[in-house]
């Protein structure tokens, strides 16, 4: 069932997941971890289908990556083994982590260059009642592909974050899980049109400025 994303929506927390696809990881140079590496995004850079994405002063090097969302329904704590983690969740949505890639490896830490104004677009809506082990998830930009994986190509699977992360932190009514980006992220610039699509979903556009 979809249900809509408002406007006054805004998560305690939005929690990412980095390098959770091995080809992604290996664009970048980098090693797939070993447990999951998860980093916080800025509530204030949330943005809807249809808004601009706003390109900083500070950034040449703008990327998109197309993510599939857990959103939490109800507050967990410490999720065992034996439970269901997908009880504690109130649906699925698109989600693009919008990545100041030059500033990400200047600071090495991930927050500065995660958490602009605009760089957290989700939606068009929340899927209640979807299997999401194995569904695809593509980007275009101006209709181009760029990205398209599978979340059965996840080095950590989506049941497997919840619990993890729910370890690390209380996950909140609200809160975002950003599960990670399959490759081919590229850059984005002006004028463009950037549309994350995933199977069972939906399409999220958003224009670039």
């Given at each position: 069932m979809q249900q809509e994303i408002h406007a006054n929506f805004i998560p305690s927390k939005i929690i990412c997941v980095g390098r959770n696809y091995s080809e992604h990881a290996a664009e970048l140079g980098n090693?797939?971890?070993?447990?999951?590496?998860?980093?916080?995004?800025a509530p204030s850079s949330l943005i809807f289908n249809g808004d601009t994405i706003?390109?900083?002063?500070?950034?040449?090097?703008?990327?998109?990556?197309?993510?599939?969302?857990?959103i939490i329904g109800n507050d967990c704590k410490d999720i065992k083994d034996n439970e269901d983690p997908f009880q504690f969740v109130h649906g699925f949505t698109?989600?693009?982590d919008?990545?100041?890639r030059d500033i990400q490896r200047h600071d090495v830490q991930?927050?500065?260059g995660k958490s602009f104004d605009t760089f957290c677009p989700i939606g068009p809506w929340i899927e209640t009642e979807l299997d999401v082990s194995d569904i695809r998830i593509c980007c275009s930009v101006n209709g181009e592909i760029k990205q398209d994986g599978r979340t059965s190509q996840m080095v950590f699977p989506v049941d497997f974050l919840i619990r993890y992360i729910s370890r690390q932190m209380t996950l909140q009514k609200g809160d975002i899980i950003a599960t990670g980006t399959p490759a081919g992220v590229?850059?984005?610039e002006p004028g463009d049109v950037c549309e994350i699509e995933i199977e069972g979903i939906g399409k999220l556009t958003n224009y670039v400025m």
């Amino acid at each position: 069932m979809q249900q809509e994303i408002h406007a006054n929506f805004i998560p305690s927390k939005i929690i990412c997941v980095g390098r959770n696809y091995s080809e992604h990881a290996a664009e970048l140079g980098n090693e797939v971890p070993k447990e999951p590496l998860i980093f916080l995004k800025a509530p204030s850079s949330l943005i809807f289908n249809g808004d601009t994405i706003l390109i900083p002063q500070q950034s040449h090097q703008v990327e998109h990556e197309a993510e599939l969302a857990v959103i939490i329904g109800n507050d967990c704590k410490d999720i065992k083994d034996n439970e269901d983690p997908f009880q504690f969740v109130h649906g699925f949505t698109c989600l693009n982590d919008v990545t100041a890639r030059d500033i990400q490896r200047h600071d090495v830490q991930f927050t500065r260059g995660k958490s602009f104004d605009t760089f957290c677009p989700i939606g068009p809506w929340i899927e209640t009642e979807l299997d999401v082990s194995d569904i695809r998830i593509c980007c275009s930009v101006n209709g181009e592909i760029k990205q398209d994986g599978r979340t059965s190509q996840m080095v950590f699977p989506v049941d497997f974050l919840i619990r993890y992360i729910s370890r690390q932190m209380t996950l909140q009514k609200g809160d975002i899980i950003a599960t990670g980006t399959p490759a081919g992220v590229s850059k984005l610039e002006p004028g463009d049109v950037c549309e994350i699509e995933i199977e069972g979903i939906g399409k999220l556009t958003n224009y670039v400025m």
